[in-house]
């Protein structure tokens, strides 16, 4: 990143003194730096030429003084400020890492996750270009499994906080969610953003009751991890990890430690995946499995199961991978037996199927992965547009791979189709996956009649929404 001068260009006195403090020369300052940054999904490429112009007087931009106070505090074992290191908090509105804690206290914990929205909303491009921290995120879910419950989540200022308050953050997250399944989470995900700054937010810091905080502390981790997901489908994965860290925490609050383990095992762990943190993926769902509540329901003890199938999957783990996968089976087979939460009910035999499909295609196994594929199609109601559409390209991706090209092409046709009113960058991920493997394995004519259908398609897109923008006359 550049830096600016400060007035007069005085030597910067006060982080002078720290990092001499600290005996850790420029270099090697830089270093820690971009080490720090990584941890919150940013690149920074500094060198000890940036640590000398900071000495010297300039000023750093953006997140960099917020992530220097972090590594001086950490290599000299105290809380250092920008204050103390002369750069005064450009940022404080929408720091930077805004999100990335679990904060232990309650009104921390509050504070943390309407920060996030409050940061969100206030700046459409907050976070965009980050990627997901794996260290960060295991720091996380390492923190969820040693929290403490929360005694009392009741409070006694603020506007009184009714049941119907509370069904009514659960409806809407209820139709959000069956929106963002129908239309991609480039139409939605505003919406949900907006609910939670301005209704769920002010909820929060109402006055309400131990029952009716659990509620609504458990509504609002749902509609949080809502938002995270579709952070996901607009291509904003670092942003998705903040939510999904909130969400872990408010799940906390709720004190529903089987939606914390839903959290981790299906979306802080598809982030590890999708990063390539395959190792990272395995922690992950182990840290979930050994937080999750026992005896957990047998639905999300499949999901648990099913994650660690993907994570040995992604890491190449055969013989790990097939034990997870049959755990997995057999507990969704005992599903409806017992008790199930809501929140479970989406993992299904068809969201299983799909899982082991992908599973099949990262140990090369393309012929099983065109099994599971077609199954998980068979299972999927046809509201949910989204995944029909990306398991279609999953299931044409394994055709592929097989040497069904035709049946492929046909798989792909229909995903296109499909996709035409969806926003989602998920989509476009698997599409765009699709044509480069058809364009390096195909003949040139099937190649160019897709490209041609998939740019036919994304141009009346284009244009819909060049329509919708338009102002009603």
């Known amino acids: 990143m550049a830096a600016r001068p400060l007035l007069g260009r005085q030597p910067n006195r006060l982080l002078q003194a720290l990092v001499q403090e600290t005996g850790v020369s420029n270099a090697g300052l830089a270093r820690r730096i971009n080490l720090c940054g990584a941890e919150y999904g940013l690149d920074l490429r500094y060198d000890k030429t940036s640590v000398s112009r900071w000495l010297r007087g300039q000023q750093a931009r953006g997140p960099t003084p917020r992530i220097l106070a972090e590594v001086l505090s950490r290599k000299l074992n105290r809380e250092i400020t920008l204050a103390e290191i002369g750069m005064p908090d450009l940022t404080a509105r929408h720091s930077p890492t805004t999100g990335f804690a679990f904060v232990p206290p309650l009104a921390g914990a509050i504070d943390q996750a309407c920060g996030l929205w409050r940061a969100d909303a206030g700046r459409p491009a907050y976070a965009q270009g980050s990627g997901v921290g794996a260290p960060r995120l295991l720091e996380s879910c390492r923190d969820w499994l040693a929290a403490h ?76 991890e809502l938002a995270g997901y579709m952070a996901v ?112 009910e989406n993992f299904d035999q068809a969201h299983l199927a799909g899982e082991l499909a992908r599973c099949c295609l990262a140990l090369n196994r393309p012929t099983l992965a065109v099994r599971e594929a077609s199954r998980a199609l068979a ?47 998920l989509c476009d991920e698997y599409m765009d996956n699709f044509q480069s493997l058809l364009t390096d394995s195909s003949g040139a ?11 036919q398609a994304r141009t009346e897109k284009r244009n819909q929404e060049v329509r919708d923008s338009r102002p009603q006359t």
């Open 379 to 425: 299972g999927h109601p046809g509201f949910r547009v989204r995944r029909r559409a990306i398991d279609l390209l999953l299931l044409a991706t394994a055709q592929l791979r097989a040497g069904q090209t035709e049946e492929a092409h046909t798989a792909a046709m229909s995903a296109v189709r499909l996709s035409v009113d969806l926003r989602s960058s």
């Open 233 to 344: 489908d607009v291509g904003r994965p670092g942003l998705a990890q903040r939510y999904y860290v909130q969400a872990l925490r408010l799940a906390q609050a709720a004190d529903d430690r089987g939606y914390g383990a839903y959290i981790i095992a299906r979306s802080m762990h598809q982030l590890a995946v999708s990063a390539g943190h395959s190792r990272t993926a395995v922690q992950a769902a182990r840290i979930a499995l050994q937080g999750a509540p026992q005896p957990a329901a047998p639905t999300l003890r499949a999901l648990l199961h099913t994650s660690e199938a993907r994570g040995h999957a992604v890491a190449g783990d055969l013989l790990a991978y097939r034990d997870a996968a049959s755990r997995a089976r057999e507990a969704l087979a005992r599903a409806g037996t017992e008790g199930e939460p809501d929140w479970a």
């Open 149 to 224: 419950a929360d005694t009392d989540v009741s409070r006694s200022a603020g506007s009184r906080v009714g049941a119907a308050d509370v069904e009514a953050v659960h409806v809407i997250t209820r139709d959000l969610a069956a929106a963002d399944h129908r239309f991609g989470s480039g139409r939605i995900r505003p919406i949900a953003v907006h609910c939670l700054d301005t209704v769920v937010a002010k909820l929060l810091r109402g006055s309400y009751s131990r029952h009716t905080g659990r509620r609504l502390f458990a509504c609002a981790a749902r509609l949080t």
């Open 445 to 455: 004519t099937v190649a160019r009649g897709f490209e041609e259908a998939l740019g």
